[in-house]
């Protein structure tokens, strides 16, 4: 018997924590060569199957929207979702990605 899963209400500092606590982890495991953490196609998420990445993706479009409506934002955030609009021939692969942003991140010492 499945259980069926109850919506998470979390407030913007348990919000703002947890993706600060994934991003890394994740950012480390795509650099290291895992695919679907930059997607921005819901069908190739689903066929690269990473939950964590969607929740990471969702939690920062949340956060995102909870912190516009006090004409606020966090700087973590719009830098991963900045990254993940990257789009075009140009931009690099997923792993070089993550290797950019873990290093910005470890510059400004968010990482």
């Known amino acids: 018997m499945s259980r069926r899963k109850e919506p998470e209400h979390k407030t913007l500092p348990e919000l703002e924590a947890e993706f600060a606590e994934l991003l890394p982890r994740l950012l480390r495991e795509c650099a290291a060569g895992r ?26 479009r949340q956060i995102r929207d909870m912190r516009s409506e006090s004409g606020e934002t966090n700087p973590l955030t719009q830098k991963f979702l900045q990254y993940l609009s990257r789009q075009g021939e140009n931009v690099p692969g997923e792993p070089k990605l993550a290797a950019e942003l873990l290093h910005e991140m470890q510059q400004t010492g968010a990482g």
């Open 35 to 60: 695919k679907g953490l930059f997607v921005n196609s819901p069908v190739v998420a689903a066929y690269l199957d990473w939950p964590e990445a969607e929740r990471l993706r969702s939690m920062a």
